[in-house]
């Protein structure tokens, strides 16, 4: 069967190349038509806001600060519930100093805002924290720690 084949391809190249020639041609239409992005659209219902002090800030300012970020959240339509963690452990495999802090905030999926509304006031509000790097982001949920932008 295999000398067949061979056989066949020699005596008969053309009609092979052409059916190659074609089926990369078709694989190349159908590549245009996917999706560009890798990961599908990613909505938890929940983002997590870093607040970045300088290094060196002590405990105590940055559980000033992140005071601060907790009560602007609460003046956000849509925010339902949030919690803080300050620093990382030296052992964690993603170590932090105390000067950084994660406030995971979960929405209201019942309100009827977007998500972009509640970022968007999120991102107003919390402009106005003095002394602090703040980034909007998703929750990091995977075993590597890395996130997905919101």
Known sequence: MLGFAIRFSIRHPWPILGT???AVAVSFVV????GRDF????NEGSVQINVILPPGD????SNRIAGMVEDRLKNIRGVVAFGRRTGRAELDEHAEGVNMSEIIVSFDPKLGRSREEIMADMREELTQVPGAVIAVEQPCNTSSGRCFPA
């Open 20 to 22: 190659v020639t074609a």
């Open 31 to 34: 590549v245009s038509q996917l």
């Open 39 to 42: 990961l599908p659209p990613y």
């Open 58 to 61: 002590s405990l105590e300012t």
